[in-house]
């Protein structure tokens, strides 16, 4: 049986914990394929990604820059994808043509589905394309106010007009926290060698849960002072674990399981039996 592969194609890449990730599965499974980090620049995006099918693969997971990039060569999306405006996971058909699945925001409601106190009021930092899966996810569970709050207002406006929610200048992020059911930042900052997010918490719910969609470090800044004021947090790990299952299911043809295995896996602590 010809082993089956598939990847993650970003620039960089080699901070990606994919291939932990879905290592695990293939080896807890049994399953007779190899996922690999392929560090590919937007320059040679196209190209590579169109020689995949001739190397064994199945497709493939996208990281940055390529998310948006991919959209023009797809012959066709799941409506995740298409509401979205992006897709993170690759299937290449048998006849070579690419379909694109957007699981960023099925990661991202999966986990925190089981923390959330109320579905009023989301307010999520950051105009991206992180920030577009977390918002398509929200609006999709049903959170009647969407508040999306960026340094660049006009990015603001754009995302937040796409999923039926409202803008936010970055200087009134503090205020904008009062009644917040779910406060989610889809920024860097936070992440190991970035800025510190800075936001006074004072004016948010205690009730309130706190994600923070960077991993590295596990429990951000954030994530602390949220956690130190009494507010449930949710790491964005299991957002990572949870995007994998349906790219996994397609190209291996089993369906997995997110288990403590895999986070301890994931996590540096190797395969637990």
Request: include cysteine; hydrophobic fraction near 45%.
């Amino acid at each position: 049986m010809t082993m089956r592969k598939a990847g993650v194609m970003g620039w960089p890449v080699a901070h990606s914990l994919s291939p932990k990730l879905h290592g695990y599965w293939l080896k807890k499974y049994g399953i007779e394929g190899e996922y690999l980090a392929l560090e590919v620049n937007p320059e040679e995006f196209a190209g590579k990604l169109a020689a995949l099918q001739a190397n064994g693969f199945a497709g493939v997971n996208l990281t940055l820059p390529h998310k948006e990039l991919v959209m023009s060569m797809l012959a066709d999306m799941d409506s995740d994808a298409q509401e979205a405006g992006m897709a993170n996971t690759i299937v290449i058909r048998s006849d070579g043509s690419f379909y694109g699945m957007n699981t960023d925001s099925y990661g991202f409601i999966e986990n925190i589905r089981g923390s959330i106190p109320q579905k009023n009021k989301a307010v999520v930092l950051g105009a991206g394309g992180a920030a577009r899966a977390a918002c398509y996810a929200l609006a999709k569970e049903g959170f009647k106010h969407i508040v999306v709050v960026n340094r660049s207002l006009e990015r603001a406006q754009n995302v937040a007009a796409a999923f039926g929610g409202t803008a936010v200048a970055w200087e009134d992020r503090a205020r904008t926290l009062e009644g917040a059911d779910v406060l989610a930042n889809a920024t860097s900052l936070g992440m190991t060698g970035k800025q510190t997010l800075e936001i006074d918490l004072a004016w948010l719910p205690v009730s309130a849960l706190v994600t923070d969609l960077v991993y590295a470090p596990l429990v951000t800044p954030l994530l602390k002072d949220a956690r130190d004021r009494g507010n449930r947090i949710v790491d964005g790990l299991g957002m990572l674990l949870h995007q994998a299952v349906p790219g996994f299911e397609a190209w291996f043809g089993v369906r997995p399981v997110v288990d403590s295995g895999l986070r301890h896996a994931v996590l540096g602590g190797g395969m637990i039996c």
